[in-house]
Every structure is written in structure tokens, then in C-alpha cells.
């Protein structure tokens, strides 16, 4: 998490930085990873479970599709406004993933 082992300044600002984004582009999706810690396994990390747990109440599914990879720790949150615009967006998301991080394949 943090050196400090308090991260809630870093996920709010993470929060806020996202919902200004959204605010500016209606269609923004967003993604993350959930990093491993020391000797924790990338399965469902506890980074991973956290950020979830928060992405889930800031961010309706109203207006996100939810996407989770919990093999990879790896979270999407697509937007709808976009996805019925793109029905390839997920798909190509996703590539982008596999695409520029090898820990996909």
C-alpha cells in the first residue's frame, strides 16, 4: 500500500482525479491492477479486493460496466455510454491490457 500503511489519501485522490476525468469525458472508462504485495500471490491481491470494494461504490453500474479479472487482480470499469456506441470496447481494452503488459498473457 503506502510506506505510511494509510492508504486513503492516495485512493481519494485516485477517486477524485477519475470522477474529474468523467466529469470532463462523459465517455472515460477506466482500469486498474491490484499490484501484489511481498510473498502475496497476483490472484485476487489485497490491493486488488481494496480498490474494488471502493471502485464499486463510487461508480454505478448504472453508468459502468464492471469488469473483473480476478486471476490477474485486474479491474475495468467501462462505460456505458461508450460501450453501446463500441460493443468492441471491452474486447479492445482488453487487448490494450495484453498488449502492453507481458503479466496478461
Same mark, same amino acid.
Given at each position: 500500500?503506502?510506506?505510511?500503511?494509510?492508504?486513503? /489519501? &492516495? !485512493?481519494? *485522490?485516485?477517486?477524485?482525479?477519475?470522477?474529474?476525468?468523467? @466529469? =470532463? $469525458?462523459?465517455?472515460? #472508462?477506466?482500469?486498474?491492477?491490484?499490484?501484489?504485495?511481498?510473498?502475496?500471490?497476483?490472484?485476487?491481491?489485497?490491493?486488488?479486493?481494496?480498490?474494488? /470494494? &471502493? !471502485?464499486? *461504490?463510487?461508480?454505478?453500474?448504472?453508468?459502468?460496466?464492471? @469488469? =473483473? $479479472?480476478?486471476?490477474? #487482480?485486474?479491474?475495468?470499469?467501462?462505460?456505458?455510454?461508450?460501450?453501446?456506441?463500441?460493443?468492441?470496447?471491452?474486447?479492445?481494452?482488453?487487448?490494450?491490457? &495484453?498488449?502492453?503488459?507481458?503479466?496478461?498473457?
Amino acid at each position: 500500500m503506502t510506506n505510511t500503511f494509510e492508504p486513503r /489519501r &492516495i !485512493i481519494n *485522490t485516485c477517486i477524485n482525479i477519475m470522477l474529474s476525468i468523467y @466529469k =470532463e $469525458n462523459p465517455k472515460a #472508462s477506466f482500469g486498474f491492477i491490484g499490484a501484489n504485495g511481498f510473498n502475496e500471490d497476483t490472484v485476487c491481491t489485497k490491493r486488488y479486493r481494496v480498490y474494488a /470494494r &471502493i !471502485i464499486a *461504490t463510487y461508480f454505478s453500474d448504472k453508468f459502468f460496466y464492471h @469488469k =473483473e $479479472n480476478i486471476e490477474k #487482480s485486474a479491474y475495468m470499469l467501462i462505460n456505458n455510454i461508450a460501450l453501446k456506441e463500441n460493443p468492441d470496447l471491452t474486447q479492445q481494452i482488453e487487448t490494450f491490457f &495484453i498488449n502492453q503488459y507481458d503479466y496478461f498473457e
